[in-house]
């Protein structure tokens, strides 16, 4: 069947009416830069490589490609450690949540638009362009100035040790530039021929399923303003005080705002994913203990 934009546009708009996103504009995050660390220990790269392989293999054939190439699990599981450090984000909840999403496959693109590691959506795109102050929007539609400075030196801190791990290991051609240039969405789709309703262009979506860091990257930026929203009910507290059960809930309200809302049941349901891969991780790290292993959510 012929794809048609105006049927698309018309059944995307139904849906966010439905189910409103939480991200339709710039949003001031007043805990952004708080670091979000629950398991308070990192996996190796080994750890989360073996990890990523189980997800890969759970996959199938969706993901015959990637599932063959060595240098891709490793690539990844470094990855992940780089932008957690960058954003600071436990890497746990971060492999957790991205295993839920994709089971690490890179090129998949469900029927409402979702595409990549972090399946990411228009709305998610369109509010990473606000956070950074993109080329195209009014200034009014920016996030404040130090929550973009922010976003902008955690990303240039992850593809920075990104760039040095590619020469390092994989024996890239030539040092990295310590003047690095970020490559980002609306190079592919200008912000303005994109809105809420609207799906990407081609170019746009391959840029998203290809290059794995960026996707990881945006990801990580929604995680932390997911985090934000959902903190801010708690007060002043810092993360430390705040109770085991304060800060499971902050962290199920900042994977069901990620995955888009919806009813109760359904962000139980999808918590208890994302936390059966943190129980698998905690296992690989044989770490079956303390406050991030929870069996009731099963394995």
Avoid at 27 to 37: G, H, L, S, W
Avoid at 59 to 81: C, W
Avoid at 243 to 256: C, K, N, P
Wanted: glycine letters at 6%.
């Amino acid at each position: 069947m012929k794809f048609n934009p105006f049927v698309f546009s018309v059944l995307v708009a139904v849906f966010l009416k439905l189910f409103p996103h939480p991200l339709m504009a710039a949003y001031y995050a007043p805990y952004i830069q708080e670091e979000m660390n629950y398991c308070h220990e990192a996996p190796s790269i080994s750890q989360l490589n073996n990890v990523i392989q189980l997800g890969l293999i759970e996959a199938g054939e969706k993901n015959r490609d990637q599932l063959q190439d060595s240098k891709y699990p490793v690539e990844l599981a470094f990855e992940i450690l780089s932008v957690s450090k960058c954003f600071k984000i436990d890497p746990i909840i971060l492999t957790g949540l991205i295993a839920s999403e994709s089971l690490f496959v890179t090129n998949l693109k469900n029927s409402i638009g979702a595409t990549g590691l972090g399946q990411l959506m228009t709305p998610g795109i369109m509010e990473i362009a606000n956070q950074l102050g993109a080329p195209g929007l009014k200034v009014q539609e920016y996030a404040p100035a130090d929550q973009r400075s922010y976003f902008q030196s955690a990303i240039q801190c992850a593809v920075k040790e990104n760039n040095f791990y590619q020469w390092r290991v994989f024996r890239i051609d030539t040092l990295p530039s310590l003047d690095i240039k970020i490559n980002h969405w609306w190079n592919y789709q200008p912000v303005k021929n994109l809105n809420a309703s609207q799906e990407m262009n081609p170019k746009l979506i391959s840029f998203l399923k290809n290059n794995h860091l960026m996707n990881l990257i945006y990801s990580s930026m929604l995680i932390k303003i997911f985090y934000s929203l959902s903190r801010k009910n708690y007060g002043d507290q810092t993360f430390d005080q705040l109770s085991d059960l304060d800060s499971m809930a902050i962290l199920q309200s900042t994977v069901s705002k990620y995955k888009g809302g919806g009813s109760n049941s359904t962000a139980n349901a999808q918590y208890k994913t994302m936390r059966k891969w943190v129980n698998r991780t905690l296992q690989i790290m044989k770490k079956t203990s303390g406050p991030c292993y929870k069996m009731q959510y099963g394995i």
